[in-house]
């Protein structure tokens, strides 16, 4: 299965990519991690609301590119899961045969329609968490979900 996280915004610190990059090459197998990342519109004098819905169509673009894949808006007031819980939904899903999209919004969020259409709403945190650090949370915790699969002793609980 992919787990295809698509990420509002480009030009990241180098540790991002290095963070990203290592816990996506120590996945092996059945379960692989491709971030894509999509380039924000200009902000300029341009109103919030018509950037979030450009965003929106932006993701929804990219979502296309994977049909059947089930679609997860990051949001603060999505589900709270476990890193146990994760690992058993990427497991039910990966056994399914069937992709994963994580979506992470820009600076605004994401664009309430999207969110609503998505299959299912996850919260990493009540805290707001700077979007690079969000990249590299969500890298270990799929790896750390595949090491619970996998039986490999990365996850101690």
Do not use: F
């Amino acid at each position: 299965m992919r787990v295809h996280l698509l990420a509002l915004g480009t030009r990241m610190p180098d540790w991002v990519q290095t963070g990203t990059d290592e816990y996506s090459k120590r996945l092996a197998g059945d379960i692989r991690l491709e971030i894509e990342e999509i380039p924000l519109p200009k902000r300029g004098s341009t109103p919030v609301p018509t950037l979030i819905r450009q965003e929106a169509e932006l993701l929804r673009k990219r979502m296309a590119r994977h049909p059947g894949a089930r679609s997860v808006a990051l949001e603060v007031t999505g589900r709270r899961l476990t890193t146990e819980k994760l690992a058993t939904e990427l497991g039910h899903l990966r056994d399914l045969g069937q992709d994963l999209i994580l979506l992470v919004g820009g600076p605004d969020g994401l664009c309430p329609e999207l969110s609503a259409n998505c299959d299912l709403r996850w919260s990493l945190s009540d805290l707001t968490l700077p979007h690079p650090l969000v990249r590299i949370l969500l890298a270990e915790q799929v790896y750390r979900a595949w090491s619970i699969l996998a039986g490999h002793p990365y996850h101690r609980g």
